[in-house]
C-alpha cells in the first residue's frame, strides 16, 4: 500500500525521455499555476521549462540522465518504487511579466509599380468666347439697381456699321466713352448713381480679378500669352480715364450732390489709417467694388506707370493739397489721435504715396514743395512737407498738449507726469519716423527729387537764421518743432556714414562751406577769421577746383545741414527752454514776495495806487 502523502511514482517513459518530462513540466508539475496551463506560452519559455526539468531529472536520478543521454537507450526492467521515486519537484515562480503572445512575424511582398501621372492637359480655352466674357464682367457691374445701362446710341451705330455686338477689345475704348458720358438720370434708375472715377476704379477692381483667374484657370503658356494684350490694353483705358477724371471732373458725367475729382482718391488712401496696426477705429467695411487700403499701392503704381512724363503732376497734386491740408485742419495736433481725418491719417496716406518712386518723384515738381517769396514764420505754413513736419508737442503751437496731458499739474503726481511724457515720446517718434521715410522715399526716388530735398531743407534753415540771435521774436521765424523734426530726419539720413568708427567721415569734404551755396554763412561770427580772410580762403578753394568743379556728395550735403540744424533747431530750443524755465521761477519768486507782503491788507486800493 503506497504512501498517500509522496506522489505516485513517474511512468518509466518520464525517466527515459527528456523531452515528455518537460512536456509534463508544463502541465503537472504546475497545477496551481492556473494561468500558465490555460494560456499558451511562448517558445522562449517552453524552452526554458523543458531545460529546467531536464535538468530537474538528472539531479535527481543521475544514472537515468545518463541512460537517457546515450544515443541507444536500452530498455530494462522496471526499477522498484524506492529506486526511482523522485523528490517531490519544488514549484517553479512565476515569471513577474505577462508572457506576451507570440506575434506572427510579417510578411514582406514586393511593391508593385505604380504607374505614372498622367501629364495634366491644359483647360480648353476659346479666346472670342473669353474675351467676351472678360470685357462684359470688367465694364458691367453686378446688376444692382442702376448699375445696368443702355448704351443705345452705341448699339445703333455698331449695327449701322454691320459690325457684331460680340464685344471685343477693339470696341472698349468706345465702350468706356459711352458709358462715362451716360447719363443715368435721364432714364428711369434706382440705387446710386456713381461718380465716373467711382465707377471707373471699379472696373479696375473686377479686371484685376479677371487676371488673377486667368493665371489660376490652368490654361496654357500659348494661350496666356494670346489674353495678356487683352487685360493690358483693358487695364491702359482705365486706368487714362480714371487719371483723367481726377484731373477733370467735369469732362465726364458726375452726379449731383456727390464730390468728385481729388478727393475720391484721398478717401482709400485715409483709409490706411485705420488699416494699419497704429489705428484700428473703423470698424465700417468697403463695398467690394470700391477701393480698399490693400488696393491703393497698386492703383497708385498703375496711375504713375501710365502718366510718368505724361502729366502725372497734375494727376497726384491735387491729392497731396488735400492731405496737406487735411494735417494743417487737425488744431489738437499730436494731443489727439489723428485717425481718419486727422493728422496721422494724412500723414499714413502721405506715406502711401510717395511709396512709388515716380510718384515721390513727382512730389517734388509741385509748385507749393518749396515755393519762392517764403519767410522763416511761413515756410512751415505754406509747403507740403511744412505741414506734417510742423506737429509737436510744444503748447506755443498747440496748446490743447497742456490742457490734454497736463491738466492741473498741482495734484499730478510724478509717475502720472512720466506716464503722459512716455505717450507723447511714442507719439513723436511715430510721428519723426514717418517723416523720414516721407523724406527718405523722395531722396532715393531720383537724382533730381534728391536735389530738391536738399534745396527744400536749405531754404528752410536759411530762411531761419535769426533763430541763433540773442533776442528773437517767436512769431518771426519757424516754431522749435518744425526745426527739431526736420533736423531728426537729417540725423537719420546720416546714421549710414556716422558709424561708430567713423569709417566713412572721409568722405565728407572739408571745404564744402568754401566753395558751396546751399548754406548762408556770410553772417556767422567766426573765432579763428575774419571776414576778409574768410572771403580769401573761399576764392582760393574755388580757384583750385576751377569753373567745372563736380557738385559736392550728398554725404557732405547731409553732414553740413545737419550740423547746421543742430545749432539753430535743438541747441536754439534749449536756450529757448532755459529762459522760459527762468522766467517761470522770477513769477513764482514775485508772486510768493506779493503774498508775504500784508501791508496793503485793510487799505483802500485808490490809496496802494497813489503809492504806486
Same mark, same amino acid.
Given at each position: 500500500?503506497?504512501?498517500?502523502e509522496?506522489?505516485?511514482?513517474?511512468?518509466?517513459?518520464s $525517466?527515459t525521455n527528456?523531452q515528455?518530462?518537460?512536456?509534463?513540466?508544463?502541465h503537472v508539475l504546475l497545477?496551481s499555476?492556473s494561468?500558465?496551463?490555460?494560456?499558451?506560452?511562448?517558445?522562449?519559455?517552453q524552452i526554458?521549462l523543458?531545460?529546467l526539468?531536464?535538468?530537474?531529472?538528472?539531479?535527481?536520478?543521475?544514472?537515468s540522465s545518463?541512460?537517457?543521454?546515450?544515443?541507444?537507450?536500452?530498455?530494462?526492467p522496471?526499477?522498484?518504487p524506492?529506486a526511482?521515486a523522485?523528490?517531490?519537484p519544488k514549484?517553479?515562480?512565476?515569471?513577474?511579466k505577462r508572457?506576451?503572445?507570440?506575434t506572427?512575424?510579417p510578411?514582406?511582398?514586393?511593391?508593385?509599380p505604380t504607374a505614372?501621372p498622367?501629364?495634366?492637359?491644359?483647360a480648353?480655352? &476659346?479666346?472670342?468666347?473669353w474675351?467676351?466674357e472678360?470685357?462684359?464682367t470688367?465694364?458691367k457691374p453686378p446688376?444692382?439697381?442702376s448699375?445696368l445701362v443702355? /448704351?443705345?446710341g452705341?448699339a445703333?451705330?455698331?449695327r449701322?456699321?454691320n459690325?457684331s455686338?460680340?464685344?471685343?477689345? &477693339?470696341l472698349?475704348? #468706345?465702350?468706356l466713352?459711352?458709358?462715362?458720358e451716360?447719363?443715368?438720370?435721364?432714364?428711369?434708375?434706382?440705387?446710386?448713381?456713381?461718380t465716373?472715377?467711382?465707377y /471707373?476704379?471699379?472696373?479696375?477692381?473686377?479686371?484685376?480679378a479677371?487676371r488673377?483667374l486667368?493665371?489660376?484657370?490652368?490654361y496654357?503658356g500659348?494661350?496666356v500669352?494670346q489674353a495678356? +494684350?487683352v487685360i493690358t490694353?483693358l487695364?491702359?483705358?482705365i486706368?487714362?480715364y480714371?487719371?483723367l477724371?481726377?484731373?477733370?471732373?467735369s469732362m465726364?458725367?458726375q452726379?449731383?450732390g456727390?464730390?468728385a475729382g481729388?478727393k475720391?482718391?484721398v478717401?482709400?488712401?485715409?483709409?490706411?489709417?485705420?488699416?494699419?496696426l497704429l489705428t484700428s477705429l473703423?470698424?465700417?467695411?468697403?463695398p467690394?467694388?470700391?477701393l480698399e +487700403?490693400s488696393d491703393m499701392? #497698386?492703383?497708385?503704381a498703375d496711375i504713375?506707370?501710365?502718366?510718368?512724363?505724361?502729366?502725372?503732376?497734375d494727376v497726384v497734386?491735387?491729392v497731396?493739397?488735400?492731405?496737406?491740408?487735411?494735417i494743417r485742419r487737425?488744431? #489738437?495736433?499730436?494731443?489727439?489721435?489723428g485717425?481718419?481725418?486727422?493728422?496721422?491719417a494724412?500723414?499714413?496716406a502721405?506715406e502711401? $504715396?510717395?511709396?512709388?518712386k515716380?510718384?515721390?518723384?513727382?512730389?517734388?515738381?509741385l509748385?507749393?514743395w518749396?515755393?519762392?517769396?517764403?519767410?522763416?514764420?511761413f515756410?512751415?505754413?505754406l509747403t507740403l512737407?511744412?505741414?506734417?513736419a510742423?506737429?509737436?508737442?510744444?503748447?506755443?503751437?498747440?496748446?490743447?498738449i497742456?490742457?490734454?496731458?497736463?491738466?492741473?499739474?498741482?495734484?499730478?503726481?510724478?509717475?502720472d507726469?512720466e506716464?503722459a511724457?512716455?505717450?507723447?515720446?511714442a507719439?513723436?517718434?511715430?510721428? #519723426?519716423?514717418? /517723416?523720414f521715410?516721407?523724406?527718405?522715399?523722395?531722396?532715393r526716388?531720383?537724382?533730381?527729387p534728391?536735389?530738391?530735398?536738399?534745396s527744400?531743407?536749405a531754404t528752410?534753415?536759411n530762411?531761419?537764421l535769426?533763430r541763433?540771435g540773442?533776442?528773437?521774436d517767436?512769431a518771426?521765424?519757424?516754431?522749435?518743432g518744425?526745426?527739431?523734426?526736420?533736423?531728426?530726419?537729417?540725423?537719420?539720413?546720416?546714421?549710414?556714414f556716422?558709424?561708430a568708427?567713423f569709417?566713412k567721415?572721409?568722405?565728407v &569734404?572739408p571745404?564744402f562751406l568754401a566753395h558751396s551755396?546751399r548754406l548762408d554763412?556770410?553772417?556767422?561770427?567766426?573765432i579763428?577769421?575774419t571776414?576778409?580772410e574768410a572771403?580769401?580762403?573761399?576764392?582760393?578753394v574755388?580757384?583750385?577746383l576751377?569753373?567745372?568743379a563736380?557738385?559736392?556728395n550728398?554725404?557732405?550735403?547731409v553732414f553740413?545741414?545737419t550740423?547746421?540744424?543742430?545749432h539753430?533747431?535743438?541747441v536754439?530750443?534749449l536756450?529757448?527752454?532755459?529762459a522760459l524755465?527762468k522766467?517761470m521761477?522770477d513769477i513764482?519768486d514775485?508772486l510768493e514776495?506779493?503774498e508775504a507782503d500784508?501791508?496793503y491788507?485793510?487799505v483802500?486800493?485808490s490809496s496802494v495806487?497813489?503809492?504806486m
Amino acid at each position: 500500500m503506497s504512501n498517500p502523502e509522496q506522489p505516485p511514482n513517474p511512468p518509466v517513459s518520464s $525517466l527515459t525521455n527528456p523531452q515528455d518530462d518537460a512536456d509534463r513540466v508544463c502541465h503537472v508539475l504546475l497545477p496551481s499555476e492556473s494561468l500558465l496551463v490555460t494560456r499558451p506560452l511562448t517558445p522562449g519559455l517552453q524552452i526554458r521549462l523543458k531545460r529546467l526539468a531536464k535538468l530537474q531529472a538528472q539531479q535527481s536520478n543521475p544514472s537515468s540522465s545518463a541512460a537517457s543521454s546515450s544515443s541507444t537507450p536500452a530498455r530494462g526492467p522496471s526499477p522498484s518504487p524506492a529506486a526511482v521515486a523522485p523528490p517531490k519537484p519544488k514549484p517553479i515562480p512565476a515569471p513577474s511579466k505577462r508572457p506576451e503572445p507570440a506575434t506572427t512575424p510579417p510578411v514582406f511582398q514586393p511593391l508593385k509599380p505604380t504607374a505614372a501621372p498622367k501629364a495634366s492637359t491644359p483647360a480648353k480655352f &476659346d479666346f472670342k468666347t473669353w474675351e467676351n466674357e472678360t470685357i462684359q464682367t470688367v465694364l458691367k457691374p453686378p446688376p444692382s439697381g442702376s448699375d445696368l445701362v443702355y /448704351l443705345s446710341g452705341l448699339a445703333e451705330d455698331l449695327r449701322g456699321e454691320n459690325t457684331s455686338l460680340d464685344l471685343n477689345v &477693339d470696341l472698349v475704348d #468706345q465702350l468706356l466713352i459711352s458709358r462715362l458720358e451716360f447719363d443715368p438720370m435721364a432714364v428711369q434708375t434706382t440705387g446710386s448713381v456713381p461718380t465716373s472715377f467711382e465707377y /471707373l476704379s471699379s472696373c479696375w477692381k473686377r479686371l484685376q480679378a479677371a487676371r488673377n483667374l486667368l493665371t489660376r484657370r490652368g490654361y496654357s503658356g500659348t494661350d496666356v500669352a494670346q489674353a495678356t +494684350p487683352v487685360i493690358t490694353k483693358l487695364k491702359d483705358l482705365i486706368i487714362s480715364y480714371a487719371g483723367l477724371s481726377l484731373q477733370e471732373p467735369s469732362m465726364f458725367y458726375q452726379p449731383p450732390g456727390k464730390e468728385a475729382g481729388p478727393k475720391e482718391l484721398v478717401k482709400p488712401l485715409l483709409g490706411l489709417a485705420t488699416s494699419s496696426l497704429l489705428t484700428s477705429l473703423s470698424n465700417t467695411a468697403t463695398p467690394a467694388d470700391q477701393l480698399e +487700403p490693400s488696393d491703393m499701392e #497698386q492703383f497708385i503704381a498703375d496711375i504713375a506707370a501710365r502718366f510718368d512724363g505724361d502729366g502725372l503732376e497734375d494727376v497726384v497734386g491735387p491729392v497731396f493739397s488735400e492731405l496737406a491740408n487735411l494735417i494743417r485742419r487737425d488744431t #489738437q495736433g499730436l494731443a489727439g489721435t489723428g485717425a481718419e481725418n486727422g493728422w496721422r491719417a494724412g500723414l499714413l496716406a502721405l506715406e502711401g $504715396l510717395v511709396a512709388v518712386k515716380p510718384v515721390a518723384a513727382a512730389m517734388t515738381r509741385l509748385s507749393d514743395w518749396n515755393p519762392v517769396g517764403l519767410t522763416g514764420a511761413f515756410v512751415e505754413h505754406l509747403t507740403l512737407l511744412g505741414a506734417p513736419a510742423r506737429l509737436s508737442v510744444f503748447t506755443r503751437e498747440f496748446a490743447q498738449i497742456g490742457t490734454t496731458y497736463f491738466s492741473e499739474p498741482e495734484k499730478r503726481t510724478r509717475s502720472d507726469v512720466e506716464s503722459a511724457n512716455n505717450n507723447l515720446r511714442a507719439t513723436l517718434h511715430v510721428l #519723426q519716423q514717418s /517723416l523720414f521715410s516721407i523724406v527718405n522715399a523722395v531722396v532715393r526716388s531720383g537724382p533730381a527729387p534728391r536735389e530738391a530735398c536738399l534745396s527744400y531743407l536749405a531754404t528752410a534753415l536759411n530762411l531761419n537764421l535769426r533763430r541763433g540771435g540773442m533776442r528773437i521774436d517767436p512769431a518771426t521765424v519757424a516754431s522749435d518743432g518744425y526745426m527739431i523734426n526736420l533736423q531728426t530726419v537729417l540725423l537719420r539720413l546720416a546714421e549710414p556714414f556716422l558709424d561708430a568708427k567713423f569709417s566713412k567721415i572721409d568722405k565728407v &569734404d572739408p571745404t564744402f562751406l568754401a566753395h558751396s551755396a546751399r548754406l548762408d554763412i556770410s553772417e556767422e561770427t567766426r573765432i579763428k577769421a575774419t571776414s576778409d580772410e574768410a572771403k580769401a580762403f573761399s576764392d582760393e578753394v574755388k580757384q583750385q577746383l576751377g569753373s567745372n568743379a563736380a557738385a559736392p556728395n550728398f554725404i557732405s550735403e547731409v553732414f553740413y545741414l545737419t550740423a547746421a540744424f543742430n545749432h539753430y533747431g535743438f541747441v536754439r530750443t534749449l536756450s529757448t527752454h532755459d529762459a522760459l524755465e527762468k522766467s517761470m521761477q522770477d513769477i513764482q519768486d514775485h508772486l510768493e514776495s506779493v503774498e508775504a507782503d500784508r501791508s496793503y491788507i485793510g487799505v483802500s486800493a485808490s490809496s496802494v495806487h497813489l503809492r504806486m
